[in-house]
């Protein structure tokens, strides 16, 4: 009589199949039980990140102030030479109306000659001697099409007056006429005045090209 076949997993009737092919079959029969604990289960991961809503910053010409060649000869041999005051369109554009201030950070901050100016970097023939100074003002700032006055802080925006020259690490923002606290802009458009002032020649080696290393870093913080 014909043998039955049986499940490979089944415990029926034996058939007369040879102890190897048995063995196989058991073994797969294990093997199948395995993969199917192994996937009794699988992970969900959910990721992302919480950001605050975004004020974007940009400076006309890239930011960039150039000076050109500076003859040696029209420096001021005992005081510094004050050069042209160049001026930047500064645009800060919100999500949504946001309280926020713009901080100046002097990357020469070593050659700064004071504490209320930025540095112009040094001398590259004579790291000793530095350059000059940079100072930073805001003027005819409009806030959401609005005049602004300027304020400062000097104590990370605990307390503001009005002021419009930027110093190193101040906070500086912006208000309607008599407040005296930063509002809330959606749009501020204002004027960057920068002033650069070089040292007086007599307390620079100038008998080869030296060139102006100024570098500000305008960080916007939100309140």
């Not at 749009?187 to 100024?214: C, H, K, M, Y």
């Amino acid at each position: 009589m014909a043998a039955h076949a049986q499940n490979a997993c089944g415990h029926g009737r034996r058939s007369p199949v040879p102890v190897i092919a048995h063995v196989a079959a058991v073994l797969l029969c294990m093997a199948i039980t395995t993969q199917a604990n192994a996937l009794s289960h699988v992970d969900l991961t959910v990721t992302g990140r919480l950001t605050p809503d975004a004020c974007h910053i940009e400076l006309s010409d890239l930011g960039t102030i150039e000076h050109g060649e500076i003859p040696t000869h029209q420096l001021n041999t005992h005081e510094p030479t004050v050069l042209p005051s160049q001026r930047l369109d500064l645009t800060v554009i919100c999500e949504r109306p946001m309280l926020f201030a713009l901080v100046g950070i002097d990357n020469r901050q070593d050659s700064a000659p004071a504490p209320d100016t930025f540095g112009l970097g040094v001398n590259i023939y004579a790291p000793d001697q530095m350059l000059g100074a940079v100072k930073l003002s805001y003027r005819a700032a409009l806030g959401d099409l609005q005049p602004m006055q300027v304020l400062a802080s000097s104590d990370n925006g605990e307390t503001w007056t009005p002021q419009a020259g930027a110093h190193p690490h101040a906070y500086m923002g912006f208000a309607l006429p008599g407040d005296r606290q930063p509002d809330f802009i959606s749009q501020l458009f204002t004027q960057l005045w920068v002033d650069t002032s070089i040292n007086a020649a007599r307390l620079l080696t100038l008998d080869q090209e030296v060139p102006l290393d100024g570098s500000i870093v305008l960080d916007l913080r939100y309140l």
